[in-house]
């Protein structure tokens, strides 16, 4: 809506203001009628003289290419203020008395000034528009400009609920009011800015409750490391152990940014975390005493196959036989300080499972070296470890699954080689039999029975009455050891009494 004040404006900017030197229209309509006039005599001899000195500049100007041509040709049209909405014949109109359009019509057709016409007009078209833009940014950031300084100082002014109407009188005021022209536009930005200074105050309201939340958490922490608040604290507990000068601190009173609910809501919260962070605490111990533990059991196993290695416990060694032994190391120490049975429970499952695979593969061997059909393999005193093995590698040539069997019970040595305790146990036989009288080279039969330390005599006995029993095939059998064998035995028939594996 217009209301009748005048402005100034050069076409770029606009002011209410009165620019220094500003001449009015009709001051120079005036000035311009009193000089033609008097100059009225010379008009013709003026107009003749301007026509020689147009002759003089047609004469000067030239242009050496096309392009140059082109851009004299726009600059001309930019000098005389050539409209983007002018047409061609009114431009011709305006321009041909200009020595640079004769000049340009000797270098330029009719089509290729009319193509720089169109080109300059679209130039000029879009410039216009991006200032008259600009303009109408600057106008609006000025009427913005103008909504900040006066809305907050009028009386009963709400972002919420105030309209345009009840404020127009205080902004027009101002001449910055004017600089928007459009009513409709001013009572937009009118309500773009009441949600802008919606939002300002929302995010100061929300920033300020986070600082009175921070502040209270910061109070929670200090009675925390007091210990006045722990994870099992509740909130009466906790009220009951501020003093009156505690509860009068400003982090903590009530108040509109923190009120009693929300006071609860964070020490609720607060608590929780002390919880997280306490089950965590009490998880990393037990995980690190777990690993501590198992650590201690896996050193207790590696002395027991250390002592497997010495031999100085067997497949068929007992835990009162060896209790004695084994308790003066200090790996049995720190396993029975986990608990009191758990070194002897760790002991048997070793002894149980070395047994059961000792047993397994010994009847395998076994079988390989006295099998049906072949000449029986016979174990002296002097007979090496080497040359056992080449013997049963060799009764294994028979088959490709039973020759790896035997290269994995020959070369495995957890804790000790299966084939080195056979081999050892042949070889006291062989001296057993030996200290009985019989020959020294002994034949083996499958011992994967119960019945262990029985040898076939090679020879016949010069004495039969020191041979508890006779032999089929007329050969005399005899006792190995028997002490051993009947302590063997005795440790078998007690297996069956021991605890549990674990």
């Given at each position: 809506k217009s209301t009748g004040r005048k402005y100034y404006s050069d076409g770029l900017t606009?002011?209410?203001?009165?620019?220094?030197?500003?001449?009015?229209?009709?001051?120079?309509?005036?000035?311009?009628?009193?000089?033609?006039?008097?100059?009225?005599?010379?008009?013709?001899k003026k107009r003749n003289s301007v026509s020689s000195n147009a002759v003089i500049k047609k004469e000067m100007v030239s242009f050496s290419t096309k392009e140059e041509a082109v851009a004299a040709f726009k600059g001309l049209l930019l000098a005389k203020g050539i409209s983007p909405?002018?047409?061609?014949?009114?431009?011709?109109?305006?321009?041909?008395?200009?020595?640079r359009w004769d000049a340009c019509d000797q270098i330029l057709s009719v089509g290729e000034r009319r193509q720089a016409l169109a080109e300059y007009q679209t130039k000029r078209a879009n410039e216009i528009r991006n200032e008259q833009r600009q303009e109408r940014i600057r106008a609006k950031e000025a009427f913005g400009q103008l909504l900040t300084d006066v809305l907050p100082t009028v009386l009963g002014f709400s972002a919420r609920t105030s309209r345009f109407v009840e404020v127009r009188s205080a902004l027009a005021k101002d001449d910055r009011f004017y600089a928007v022209e459009d009513e409709a536009t001013r009572e937009s930005l009118f309500l773009d800015f009441c949600d802008d200074f919606k939002k300002r105050e929302e995010r100061k309201q929300r920033s300020k409750k986070r600082e009175a939340q921070e502040s209270f958490i910061s109070f929670l922490q200090e009675r925390e490391e007091s210990g006045s608040l722990t994870f099992a604290s509740t909130w009466e507990s906790f009220l009951l152990s501020l003093s009156e000068v505690e509860k009068a601190d400003p982090r903590f009173a009530t108040s509109v940014l923190l009120p009693d609910?929300?006071?609860?809501?964070?020490?609720?919260?607060?608590?929780?975390?002390?919880?997280?962070?306490e089950d965590d605490k009490r998880r990393r111990i037990r995980d690190a005493r777990r690993r501590a533990e198992k650590a201690q059991r896996d050193k207790y196993r590696d002395?027991?196959?250390?002592?497997?290695?010495?031999?100085?416990i067997f497949p068929y060694s007992r835990w009162k036989s060896v209790e004695d032994m084994i308790s003066e190391d200090e790996s049995f120490k720190l396993v029975q300080a986990q608990e009191r049975d758990a070194p002897r429970e760790l002991f048997e499952v070793?002894?149980?499972e070395w047994d059961d695979r000792y047993r397994r593969e010994r009847s395998f061997m076994g079988r390989l070296i006295d099998a049906p059909g072949k000449s029986p393999v016979v174990i002296t005193k002097g007979t090496s470890f080497d040359e056992f093995k080449k013997l049963v590698t060799d009764a294994a040539s028979y088959s490709v699954e039973a020759q790896n069997e035997t290269f994995r019970?020959?070369?495995r040595d957890n804790p000790v080689s299966s084939a080195r305790l056979f081999y050892d146990e042949l070889v006291d036989r062989a001296a057993e039999a030996e200290k009985y009288g019989v020959s020294q080279q002994v034949s083996v039969k499958d011992d994967s029975s119960e019945d262990e330390g029985m040898i076939i005599e090679e020879g016949e006995v010069t004495n039969k009455s020191d041979a508890p029993e006779t032999a089929q095939n007329g050969k005399d059998l005899h006792p190995v050891n028997k002490p051993d064998v009947e302590q063997k035995q005795s440790a078998k028939a007690q297996g069956s009494n021991r605890a549990p594996r674990v």
């Open positions: 606009t002011t209410w203001d009165k620019p220094d030197g500003f001449i009015s229209p009709d001051t120079i309509v005036a000035n311009t009628s009193s000089q033609d006039d008097k100059n009225e005599p010379s008009k013709k909405a002018l047409k061609w014949i009114e431009v011709t109109k305006l321009c041909e008395c200009d020595s609910s929300d006071r609860q809501l964070y020490f609720a919260d607060f608590v929780i975390e002390l919880q997280k962070a002395l027991l196959r250390q002592m497997a290695s010495e031999k100085k070793f002894i149980d019970i020959v070369n």
